[in-house]
């Protein structure tokens, strides 16, 4: 059965789509079956695949709201083998309103990921950087949570908003809810201030932060311009080589 990771914070500009489209691209490229949810309006990790987001009839929101199938929803990843891709748009952003009488709402990613569960090893949902009817869903359906965590000043207070959050979503909706781990990103070795970020976040969270540590690297930026993910763009990046330690220690994590 797969596991489900939520990429999750409610901050902004962590690097949280940057890793949900690299993360799956290594996931898929050491030849486990992924599937990658956008699950945010903005649709910057569907864009960042080359799918033209403005053009696609059916999305995630249509899949949420019964107007389209799974299978009628999924995209194959033309770049990749072993990645699906459900797909995301602007029209994701009526959600919070056209679902907000639907029955158990909290549980409409999880009702349909059980039935999906067992086709991927691993299911990665790429949260927005928001507290909101999309983000519950995605924690009620998660077995872990991945916090993607920018090395600055201010990361420490939006890491205890998130941890907040989590508890309350565990407590109320998902009582297996668990922090899978921190993923340190933009770290820039020329500054102590990151050096100084990734100790704080250590020391607050013991041992629930990832070893591996994503540098601050422009090929990273580059990649999603061109609608493949760093792998493909330039995969002897330090950018690349980063998350191909990270998909390997999230590999090992799921083994163990």
Known sequence: MGIIYSLANQKGGVGKTTTAINLSAYLAEAGKKILLIDSDPQ?????????????????????????????????KAECMDNLDILPANRELAGAEI???NFERVEYLLKDLMEER?????????????????????????????????QCEYYAMEGLTDLLYTISLVKKKLNKNLRIEGVIFTMYDSRTNLSAQVVEEVK????????KTIIPRNIRLSEAPSHGVPINIYDKNSKGA???????????????S
Do not use: H, Q, W
């Open 43 to 75: 649709g910057n990790t569907t864009s960042g695949f080359g799918i033209e987001k403005t053009e696609l009839k059916n999305t995630y929101y249509t899949l949420l709201t019964g107007e389209s199938s799974f299978s009628e929803t999924v995209i």
């Open 98 to 100: 056209e679902l907000i």
């Open 117 to 149: 569960k067992n086709e991927y090893d691993y299911i990665i949902i790429d949260c927005p950087p928001s507290l909101n009817l999309l983000t519950l869903n995605a924690m009620t359906a998660a077995d872990g949570i991945l916090v993607p965590l």
């Open 203 to 210: 020391t607050v969270l013991d041992n629930e932060s990832l």
């Open 241 to 255: 080589l980063a998350y191909e330690r990270l998909a390997e220690e999230i590999i090992k994590r799921g083994e």
